[in-house]
């Protein structure tokens, strides 16, 4: 299914040390030039794959030096921030959106430069953690994230970009795989355990669901797609009929509300890439619940607060890139409460480890929108 693109700009980042020949420059093919762009034919298109890269411009890359490729140990069961600022998230989805909006592979390749490091240092793969037998998982949420927001969107923006030949897409497609592999146990593992012991489902199921099926699409392996649509539309059906979700009202308390607006961002992310198959979640009728459930909230009903009997006391807007949602939302359906919250948060939406920047996200196609007005 064919999708539409819109793009705002944004701006360039500073720019570090010159980039070395291995990072794509002409004296590296062996044409010493372009190659004719081929649309290739794929089960599973993305939403950039008829993009044509026409510049090769001369670029100014961030060094690879003191790149961090595993994930830091938590420091009291909290993220080590300091030690996180060394994963380059924030410039390969802001340079791989320059590449985009500029059809450039300048850019382009300083962005493959480090996922051909990536791949050489099996960056953000634990064996212990991604065990067929359900490892310890130490790391799976930020995994999800990463994979989903730092790896595959950029990737897939990249993929129709001549200039990155075959060859060098399956030298990284073998980590790839392993990080899909992670994915999936991540995936069984949320919806066995925490429907065996927890009320409910924790939001990290829609978490690895989105990574998964991002890594998918790229992957071009629609038996996966399918897996991660399956298990997410679990997820949305252990939903109450309310739009609640059991164990965040169960176990988040003042934060219920952060982390049913956290569930809707992912769900609503999922729901636009489901529409490259044979589904319709955007109009399932419990996170449709949900999304009422959360605009309302955010706009004082108090709902949550009701449920848990405590004062929500972490908002949203305190972290508006989960907000993007609303973005996508009244693209499709105007709202008046999602208008606000997007209008209000339009230049702080962007989100490098879940989503990306909303507005480098493809428009829902006509269909899609009359499946949703209907």
Same mark, same amino acid.
């Given at each position: ?127 212990? +953690? ?5 490892? @310890?998982? /130490? ?5 999800? $994230? !990463?994979?989903?927001?730092? %790896? ?88 109450? +009929? ?5 164990? @965040?009202? /169960? ?5 219920? $509300? !952060?982390?049913?607006?956290? %569930? ?95 507005? @480098? ?14």
């Amino acid at each position: 299914m064919r999708q539409c693109l819109y793009l705002l700009p944004i701006g360039l980042s500073l720019l570090l040390v010159a980039c070395s020949e291995k990072n794509g420059s002409d004296e590296d093919r062996e044409d010493g030039g372009q190659e004719t762009p081929v649309a290739k034919s794929r089960a599973l298109q993305g939403p950039w794959d008829d993009v044509v890269f026409t510049k090769h411009s001369s670029y100014a890359c961030q060094s690879l030096d003191g790149t961090r490729t595993q994930f830091p140990e938590l420091i009291n069961d909290d993220w080590d921030y300091e030690a996180l600022e060394e994963i380059p998230i924030d410039y390969i989805a802001m340079e791989s959106d320059v590449a985009l909006q500029n059809l450039d592979h300048g850019p382009a390749a300083c962005v493959w430069a480090f996922f051909e490091y990536f791949s050489e240092h099996d960056a953000y793969y634990e064996e212990s +953690d991604c065990a067929d037998d359900h490892g @310890e998982l /130490a790391h799976a949420y930020e995994r999800s $994230l !990463f994979s989903a927001g730092m %790896i595959s969107l950029p990737l897939l923006k990249l993929r129709n970009d001549s200039y990155i030949r075959e060859a060098d897409w399956q030298k990284i497609t073998s980590w790839l795989r392993k990080l899909l592999s992670c994915e999936q146990v991540t995936l069984e593992d949320r919806l066995n355990h925490y429907t065996a012991e927890l009320e409910g489902l924790h939001n990290s199921i829609y978490n690895a669901a989105l990574a998964g099926a991002s890594l998918a699409i790229l992957l071009d392996d629609e038996e996966a797609f399918v897996y991660f649509m399956d298990g997410f539309k679990i997820g949305l059906d252990q939903l109450n +009929d309310d739009g609640t979700s059991s164990y @965040e009202v /169960a176990y988040k308390a003042g934060d219920a $509300l !952060f982390y049913h607006n956290l %569930i809707v961002n992912y769900a609503t992310h999922i729901a636009l890439l489901s529409d490259l198959g044979d589904y319709d979640f955007l109009n399932h009728a419990k996170l449709k619940k949900m999304r009422r459930l959360v605009l309302d909230d955010l706009d004082g009903a108090g709902y949550l607060e009701q449920q848990t009997g405590v004062s929500q006391t972490r908002h949203p807007k305190d972290e508006p890139w989960n907000l993007s949602w609303t973005y996508h939302m009244n693209r499709i359906q105007e709202d008046e409460l999602a208008e606000k919250w997007a209008d209000d948060y339009a230049n702080e939406l962007g989100h490098s480890m879940t989503a990306g920047e909303p507005r @480098e996200w493809w428009v829902p196609n006509s269909a899609l929108r009359q499946k949703y007005e209907d």
